[in-house]
């Protein structure tokens, strides 16, 4: 199962190009960039960058949830915002509405792309020096109620340097906030 959810990670960090961004829906839901808001601090990319922060503009497809990546409580209460996770299969065009610490620049995945070519990140760091590599995210997962949320967020930072987990939100009091019960991530 470990092997299966690695691979999955690893497709998320290929920088395939999607349909033309201008045929993109923009991803346009308040409660994600909250939780975006909350999570991305905690990514490895983040934490590395001394400079403006590169975040791909394109929502990832989302990474296979095998069994083991979550308790069975876990996988039990937030079935619904997994059903809405795994519907999410269109890229969509993540918007300015971070409310982060550091400056940030939104990147689509052609550019990147172009710009990692044959796996080399040189001509990615000349262009986005300091960035701390690329930050990756699906379209968040609901439940009904919009009151527990899903979403695969990872980094990536050269060939051998990445990571990716899943995560678990409770919207307590109007906040966000992180719960246990997601038992795998990937990092390099």
Same mark, same amino acid.
Not at 45 to 68: N, R
């Given at each position: 199962?470990? /092997?299966?959810? @690695?691979?999955?990670?690893?497709?998320?960090?290929?920088?395939?190009?999607?349909?033309?961004?201008?045929?993109?829906? %923009?991803?346009?839901?308040?409660?994600?960039?909250?939780?975006?808001?909350?999570?991305? =601090?905690? %990514?490895?990319?983040?934490?590395?960058?001394?400079?403006?922060? /590169? *975040?791909?503009?394109?929502?990832?497809?989302?990474?296979?949830?095998?069994?083991?990546?979550?308790?069975? !409580?876990?996988?039990?209460?937030? +079935?619904?915002? *997994?059903?809405?996770? #795994?519907?999410?299969? %269109? =890229?969509?065009?993540?918007?300015?509405?971070? !409310? @982060?610490?550091? =400056?940030? !620049?939104?990147?689509?995945?052609?550019? @990147?792309?172009?710009?990692? +070519?044959?796996?080399?990140?040189?001509?990615?760091?000349?262009?986005?020096?300091?960035?701390?590599?690329?930050? +990756?995210?699906?379209?968040?997962?609901?439940?009904?109620?919009?009151?527990?949320? *899903?979403?695969?967020?990872?980094?990536?930072?050269?060939?051998?340097?990445?990571?990716?987990?899943?995560?678990?939100? +409770? #919207?307590?009091?109007?906040?966000?906030?992180? /719960?246990?019960? /997601?038992?795998?991530?990937?990092?390099?």
């Amino acid at each position: 199962m470990r /092997v299966s959810f @690695i691979i999955a990670f690893a497709a998320t960090l290929c920088f395939c190009a999607p349909a033309q961004n201008s045929r993109l829906a %923009e991803y346009d839901d308040q409660d994600a960039y909250a939780i975006y808001s909350r999570l991305l =601090p905690s %990514e490895q990319s983040y934490g590395f960058a001394k400079g403006t922060i /590169v *975040i791909q503009q394109e929502t990832a497809a989302p990474v296979k949830l095998d069994d083991y990546c979550l308790t069975l !409580e876990a996988a039990r209460e937030f +079935k619904n915002a *997994i059903e809405d996770y #795994k519907r999410h299969t %269109e =890229p969509m065009l993540l918007q300015r509405r971070f !409310e @982060i610490d550091k =400056p940030y !620049e939104l990147v689509s995945t052609e550019t @990147i792309g172009t710009l990692v +070519k044959n796996h080399n990140w040189d001509d990615f760091y000349k262009r986005y020096p300091d960035s701390g590599g690329v930050i +990756k995210m699906t379209a968040v997962g609901f439940n009904r109620q919009r009151t527990l949320a *899903i979403v695969f967020t990872g980094s990536q930072c050269n060939n051998l340097c990445g990571q990716g987990s899943f995560a678990l939100l +409770k #919207k307590t009091d109007g906040q966000w906030k992180p /719960v246990p019960g /997601v038992r795998c991530s990937v990092a390099s």
